[in-house]
């Protein structure tokens, strides 16, 4: 096993830096703009997730709860007591476990179209967005992720069909797609839900933002949050909203850093 990989940004890696993780089948790469705009208040670490680009071999590969458990120790091990936690997708299922496990350590917790808060997932996208190796495969899985009338970006398409390339990335992603979702008992799937009661004990500052032509993950699950949530909702905006709305993105985040203050 080798270690996982996180890209560092911003000052140095000390007091309390923000924990950026990625979506399944990205990278650490895509938060690059992101902590930029943060690099003049806070220092970054922006991990590779288990079974992703430079961390293919971590060990922690397979579902949120691995992956979170992998996350923390490797936090640990950096000797890292208090962070900023914030994640996309099954990042942001990553990002709330790991808060729900070392709630005294989180300062703060922005999700970004998580994983983990209702049991609707559109897995037959996912899987087609896993199994595309071609910019053209690519395209059209991306264009069903992102809102109606938002553009792919071309640099996006060649990143990711880029690490479909690496040796064992396509096999890490089809082990990582089944532990994603269960058999719902009908002969359809669903995804894996995070502990509502325990969520709404979490006392640290939490922003869950949303786009309303989400395709992958449906808007609706923002509606039950726990009370002490804020949800901010972006119309016609869909899955990637890092790529979709990157300048609120690092506001809202930069905002709930400050709120943990």
Request: aromatic share 4%.
């Amino acid at each position: 096993m080798t270690e996982l990989h996180a890209t560092t940004g911003g000052a140095t890696v000390s007091g309390s830096p923000v924990i950026l993780l990625h979506g399944f089948g990205a990278c650490a790469d895509v938060w690059e703009s992101v902590a930029a705009k943060l690099a003049g208040t806070h220092a970054s670490l922006a991990y590779d997730l288990p079974g992703h680009h430079r961390s293919m071999l971590a060990d922690g590969v397979g579902g949120a709860g691995r992956m979170a458990k992998a996350i923390l120790t490797d936090l640990q091990a950096r000797g890292l007591d208090r962070f900023h936690l914030v994640g996309h997708s099954m990042g942001g299922a990553v990002a709330a476990l790991v808060a729900l496990r070392v709630p005294e350590s989180t300062a703060s917790l922005t999700l970004l179209a998580p994983g983990g808060f209702g049991p609707e997932i559109n897995h037959r996208l996912l899987a087609r967005y896993a199994s595309a190796t071609t910019r053209e495969e690519m395209r059209l899985a991306l264009e069903h992720m992102f809102g109606w009338n938002n553009v792919v970006p071309d640099r996006m398409i060649d990143t990711l069909v880029g690490l479909r390339q690496a040796e064992g990335a396509a096999e890490a992603l089809r082990s990582i797609l089944p532990s994603m979702t269960s058999e719902d008992g009908s002969g359809g799937k669903v995804q894996g839900m995070l502990p509502r009661d325990g969520l709404a004990t979490l006392t640290m500052p939490v922003k869950v933002l949303w786009g309303t032509q989400d395709r992958v993950l449906p808007t609706r699950q923002a509606h039950k949050l726990p009370p002490l949530f804020a949800a901010h909702v972006f119309e016609d905006t869909g899955h990637m909203l890092i790529e979709e709305q990157p300048d609120a993105v690092a506001t809202l985040i930069a905002q709930n850093l400050a709120a943990a203050r």
